[in-house]
Each structure stands twice: as structure tokens, then as C-alpha cells.
């Protein structure tokens, strides 16, 4: 049993991440549920008749309560909040990297983000996991019928936001090409009209408080920057599962920017620098 246990760790972190939107989080939330579970005596263990089920039902209560939580934290936080960024790894099985690929994008998270706990909790159990209205029922303790509601409303505001087309391959590589030149007319070209810039400083790093609203305004934005940091340099690398990029400034990693692009335009960008977000990024390369 103990071999089958382990063996859910994955699993679990992959839904914790969904969950909270920070891989660190889920870990710590997955070692907390594994935590409870050896302390649980023996004959306790031996009477649960699925351990991943279990394991399933505690991790996910415990992310309910540190979204509960966190939504407390957030009103003191500097300026806007956004997800974890989450470099690819390079040890994981391809086929881990296929499957449930959307549901860990940057666009994806933000989004999940905008709900309720309860919401975010019933969509990801059921239409990402897979796990039934039943299941959802006895974590959230609702009944399956209001979870189902939950689910349906959560749906919504995912299709939505969703992208109305397949992204053209190259879009970041033009934004990055276009930025280290400072060519406003080129990055005025991959930019939708209605282009949205927001960054994550945490109040550890400069970044903007407020998004940046306009293609044209997050032109400026952009060249700006690339004129004022010398020695900020750009590199490409897969953020989320995403083409997106790493900023370095004099050789220190200093932000890791995430796109949102629609067809040939980009609609949002999305430039984490809040440190204690980007640890992981410290030997992505």
C-alpha cells in the first residue's frame, strides 16, 4: 500500500497547482495531506478503502481553506497577484507534459483565479479530474446537485476567456525580436487593440501597481523599458507550458513573462517579478 501512496504524489501536486496556482503551495499542501495520512494509526489506514480517494478528499479540503485564506492575504498584497510561473521539466514524462497541458497555462490560472474557492474547487475536480458530482459533493459538503451548479457557472467563465483560435507559431519570438530592437511599430502589429499588460512585484520588485490597458500604451510600455534597462537581455523558454520569456538584467533573472495569444495577435501579458515566485526559474536556462 505504501508503494501506491507514493505513487499518488503526482497526481495530488498536479491538482494542488490547479487548485492554489502556485506549485510551492501544492507541494506543501500535498506533504500536509501525506502528514495526516502516517499519522493516522495502522488499523486506521488498513480500514480506508481507497487511499487515493482519500488523499484525493484532504488535499483538496486543504486547498479550500487556504483559498478561503488566501483571499484575506490578497487584500494586502502590492499591487496585482498572479500565478506561479512554472518552467518545463525537463525529467518529466512526455506524456505528463501532454496531458491536462491547458489547465496549467497562465491564461488558464488567471481565471481560475477570478472565482470562488468553492467554484474553482467543484470545476477542477470534475472538468479537469474527472472525479464525479458525488465526490466533489463530499469535499466541498454540498450536495452533488450544487456542485453541479458550481461546476456550470465555472464553465462559463472558462469559455469565455478562452482563445477563439489556435495561436500562429512565432508570435513571442516576433514580440522578443521587436522588443530588444524597440520597435514600437512592430510590437504594435502583434498586439491586440485591447492588449493588456500586468505585472507582479509583490512589493519585493519594481513593477507596475495597475494593469496597462491598450495595445499601443503596452508598446510604449515595453520599448521604454528596453530603453531605460541596458542590460536587461530576453531569452526564450516555455512558461507554463507556453511559449513565453525570461528577463535577465546584468545577468540576474528578473522576470518571467507569460503570453495570451489569440491566432497572430497577443491580448495579455502577464510579467512575474516577485521574487519568491520565481525561484524555480533560478537554473532554468
Given at each position: ?71 484575506v492575504r490578497r487584500e494586502r498584497y502590492v499591487g496585482e497577484w498572479l500565478p506561479e510561473p512554472v518552467p518545463e521539466d525537463p525529467l518529466a514524462d512526455p506524456a505528463d507534459r501532454v496531458a491536462l ?185
Amino acid at each position: 500500500m505504501t508503494s501506491a501512496i507514493v505513487q499518488e504524489r503526482r497526481q495530488l501536486t498536479g491538482l494542488a497547482h490547479r487548485l492554489l496556482g502556485s506549485l510551492s503551495d501544492a507541494e506543501d499542501v500535498v506533504q500536509e495531506a501525506f502528514g495526516r495520512w502516517y499519522a493516522l494509526s495502522a488499523p486506521q489506514r488498513e480500514a480506508i478503502e481507497s487511499p487515493g480517494a482519500w488523499l484525493t478528499t484532504v488535499t483538496s479540503r486543504i486547498c479550500l481553506d487556504h483559498l478561503g485564506s488566501a483571499r484575506v492575504r490578497r487584500e494586502r498584497y502590492v499591487g496585482e497577484w498572479l500565478p506561479e510561473p512554472v518552467p518545463e521539466d525537463p525529467l518529466a514524462d512526455p506524456a505528463d507534459r501532454v496531458a491536462l497541458a491547458e489547465s496549467v497555462t497562465m491564461a488558464f490560472l488567471v481565471v481560475l483565479d477570478a472565482m470562488t474557492p468553492a467554484e474553482r474547487v467543484a470545476f477542477v475536480l470534475h472538468d479537469v479530474f474527472g472525479y464525479p458530482f458525488a465526490e466533489v459533493a463530499a469535499v466541498l459538503d454540498r450536495s452533488a446537485a450544487a456542485c453541479r451548479q458550481l461546476a456550470s457557472t465555472a464553465r462559463r467563465r472558462v469559455r469565455a476567456a478562452r482563445a477563439p483560435a489556435p495561436p500562429r507559431v512565432g508570435v513571442v519570438r516576433a514580440f522578443k525580436v521587436a522588443w530588444e530592437a524597440k520597435d514600437i511599430d512592430g510590437l504594435l502589429g502583434l498586439l491586440d487593440p485591447g492588449a493588456t499588460l500586468t505585472a507582479d512585484g509583490g512589493g519585493l520588485a519594481s513593477a507596475v501597481l495597475r494593469p496597462i490597458e491598450g495595445g499601443e500604451r503596452v508598446a510604449r510600455y515595453a520599448v521604454g523599458l528596453a530603453t531605460r534597462a541596458a542590460g536587461m537581455t530576453l531569452a526564450e523558454h516555455l512558461v507554463n507550458g507556453r511559449p513565453g520569456l525570461v528577463v535577465r538584467q546584468d545577468g540576474m533573472l528578473a522576470a518571467v513573462i507569460a503570453f495570451d495569444v489569440a491566432g497572430d495577435v497577443i491580448r495579455r501579458v502577464w510579467a512575474v517579478r516577485n521574487p519568491e515566485k520565481l525561484r524555480r526559474w533560478s537554473l532554468a536556462r
